[in-house]
């Protein structure tokens, strides 16, 4: 059987389209991905007819295809938010699936597909237009009616739901409500693909959710279709979305490699495991388990028999509080948590690798950057080379998603003894920039250049044709951070803005 995997991405970000790319090459597994110039920009689709042909051609000696399905139907992650696309059109764009497994018999696909999500604040920078004025009142009337159907809404929350519905436009009401009913009977029909054997596995995030809301409500009805359809152990549901692809690839190398890795792991935090991260859902350690086996690991009670060391640093009440407004990430600055006892976490880290055992950190305190009070205690121990992985990108979900495969792939070479310099170089580029990139950028740097901006006439949403300009100032700025916090790595790197604004960087390690 041929060892070639197809990744169809969920858009073009790094985090989307690099990421994935360089876990799957510390492996001896050939990955292959279409050409970023057809993969759309932002609010601009993919040229999904482009995309269609271009994985027809390139099928026939694949053995696993990864694919997003809302890249297929809709070209990316935005555009599945904006689109005006047809429930026959999508469903007409769906059956390219079947035709791949006509095309290949011993093909296996491993399908995501997104709920869409309804961001709690004003904002038209990833969403429709009206966003910008509706996006607060059209989160709280989807909470609220979530609350309704469920018999738990307050008579003070059918007051604010009376008054809500009066102060969003209809025709912008009628458009988000219809775009989601197309996307989630689309959930429904690839569900469908699952039943037929046309996907092998699936997985349905939940982008940017809550308890309550537009995508609660989804989930549930969703959930029962599969529970319905006797499909729980093949379509996993959970908070997630642009790491996926890595979840999925880590899965197929498991799958290829006849492997099942064993994972334990340890908090910073035992109350911190049951809080609810920001923009999710559940209580971490339920998170944690789904990311663990969609991606075709087990969780062991034994550190000592695992095949690596889970070690995550949760949220807490505190940083929860933080984190309270998306633009919190501007002003972060360094707490101190009874509840945390980071001495004691980086004590055991160090004690486990100096025992030989490979260990990886999940750093979720935060969205939107790196913990510096944990970071600083990993450097103070000597410890940021000797990590099998590290990740504190964006949400939760987020960083859970790259760590987990990259700590997957990497140790089934480490423990078989058979990492090649080469192999080891890609597993220490990964590790490398998700420092540069989640210590340095997130926590540091990007919140000294926004403030910076205003100078040149920008914002933190538009950087306008001052893009070169600004990358060269974070490049500067990432490369003093590295001097000074990652002086035991040595490669060179370049920096550039994916979407023309703050919110993400690019960067690309050379040698």
């Not at 307050?154 to 989601?180: A, G, H």
């Not at 260990?359 to 950057?369: H, I, K, L, Q, W």
């Amino acid at each position: 059987m041929n060892k070639k995997v197809m990744y169809i991405p969920l858009d073009e970000r790094p985090c989307n389209y690099i990421y994935p790319k360089m876990i799957m090459d510390i492996s001896d597994i050939e990955m292959i991905e279409p050409p970023l110039d057809i993969l759309g920009n932002k609010k601009s689709a993919a040229d999904v007819d482009k995309l269609k042909y271009w994985i027809i051609n390139n099928i026939n000696d694949v053995s696993h295809l990864v694919v997003s399905v809302d890249m297929l139907l809709y070209g990316g992650i935005v555009p599945s938010r904006l689109h005006r696309i047809t429930y026959n059109e999508c469903i007409k764009r769906l059956e390219l699936i079947k035709e791949l497994k006509t095309m290949n018999r011993n093909l296996r696909v491993y399908g995501f597909n997104l709920i869409m999500r309804s961001p709690s604040y004003n904002s038209s920078d990833e969403e429709p237009d009206y966003y910008e004025d509706y996006g607060e009142k059209i989160f709280q009337y989807g909470v609220i009616s979530d609350k309704l159907e469920l018999n738990v809404a307050t008579d003070e929350d059918i007051s604010e739901y009376n008054k809500i519905k009066n102060q969003i436009p209809m025709d912008v009401l009628n458009d988000f409500l219809n775009r989601r009913r197309v996307n989630h009977i689309i959930n429904l029909n690839v569900v469908d693909l699952v039943k037929e054997g046309i996907i092998d596995f699936l997985i349905i995030p939940m982008d940017d959710c809550s308890k309550y809301g537009f995508s609660a409500r989804e989930r549930r009805k969703i959930m029962k279709y599969i529970s319905d359809l006797d499909l729980t152990d093949r379509v996993y549901s959970y908070p997630g979305a642009d790491e996926v692809g890595c979840t999925l690839i880590a899965r197929v190398f498991n799958e290829l490699k006849n492997r099942k890795p064993t994972v334990f792991i340890r908090y910073s935090s035992e109350i911190g495991s049951t809080l609810i991260p920001r923009y999710e859902d559940r209580s971490l350690n339920e998170t944690v388990k789904y990311h663990i086996i969609s991606a075709g690991g087990v969780i062991i009670d034994s550190s000592s028999d695992a095949d690596f060391i889970l070690m995550v640093n949760p949220p807490s009440e505190f940083t929860l509080r933080l984190s309270e407004s998306w633009d919190s990430i501007l002003s972060k600055i360094d707490i101190i948590d009874p509840e945390r006892n980071l001495n004691e976490f980086v004590e055991a880290l160090s004690y486990y690798i100096s025992k030989g055992k490979l260990c990886s950190v999940a750093d979720v305190a935060m969205p939107n950057g790196s913990d510096n009070q944990l970071m600083q205690l990993i450097k103070k121990y000597n410890l940021l080379k000797k990590l099998l992985s590290y990740g504190g990108w964006n949400t939760s979900s987020n960083t859970l998603g790259t760590v987990i495969p990259h700590s997957m792939i990497s140790s089934y070479y480490f423990k078989k003894n058979i990492f090649s310099k080469d192999q080891l170089i890609a597993s220490e580029k990964f590790l490398y920039l998700r420092y540069l990139e989640d210590w340095g950028y997130q926590h540091f740097v990007r919140s000294s250049v926004t403030e910076l901006l205003g100078t040149y006439g920008l914002n933190y949403f538009t950087l306008k044709d001052k893009g070169k300009l600004i990358s060269d100032i974070i490049k500067k700025k990432l490369y003093e951070f590295s001097e000074k916090n990652l002086n035991d790595f040595h490669y060179n790197f370049d920096v550039y803005m994916p979407w023309n604004r703050m919110f993400e960087v690019g960067i690309k390690i050379g040698g």
